[in-house]
């Protein structure tokens, strides 16, 4: 079974400064999506990024990027230029590329940002 | 477009009851997920509904049981309700296509308390 890590309970970041969340999983698959969501305190999870396993380019979505390292399994969100609305509660998932289509989800425990001002 | 929207928002139970929760998929939408999202377990997969049909189900008692109808609202149904189950259930609605494009939708959750 796929498991997914979040070491970081809590992080803190200045306005404007950059913060890494790190992100590990286990799997036997080779194929398969990782994603980030992020959920503010209004509790409506959104979708920040997501890596396709197969592909080696890092995504990146404007101030958002990540650091993919398929054989060491994982799977680091880098903020740049935190800004106060990106004070949230962030997860890791992966979602199988195989046992036909599905949606499933799995989850990390999340990682707690505050932004400082 | 209406984003994904659930009800209710919010309800109260007691044990042994049984609890109904709805959502609404984004117009168009014809994949609906659920899950439980406690502080202890975190976020887990309940089920997915796609055309109506189970396509997918977690590791959850069968009390735990769900439903789509044809214009891809989705229920679920808690019965017999433990204490335990007092979670947010959250439900995310997507087009269900191709994992590389389609995007699940979160919608705010109904926060369940069972006394």
Known sequence: ???????????????????????????????????????????????????????????????????????????????????????????????????????????????LLAVQP | KAGVTQTPRYLIKTRGQQVTLSCSPISGHRSVSWYQQTPGQGLQFLFEYFSETQRNKGNFPGRFSGRQFSNSRSEMNVSTLELGDSALYLCASSLGGHPSTDTQYFGPGTRLTVL
């Open chain 1, 1 to 111: 079974a796929q498991t997914v890590t979040q070491s970081q309970p809590e992080m803190s970041v200045q306005e404007a400064e950059t913060v890494t969340l790190s992100c590990t999983y286990d799997t036997s698959e080779s194929d398969y999506y990782l994603f980030w969501y992020k959920q503010p305190p209004s509790r409506q999870m959104i979708l920040v990024i997501r890596q396709e396993a197969y592909k080696q380019q890092n995504a990146t979505e404007n101030r958002f990027s990540v650091n993919f390292q398929k054989a060491a399994k994982s799977f680091s969100l880098k903020i740049s230029d935190s800004q106060l609305g990106d004070a949230a509660m962030y997860f890791c998932a992966y979602r199988s590329a195989y046992g036909g289509a599905t949606n499933k989800l799995i989850f990390g425990t999340g990682t």
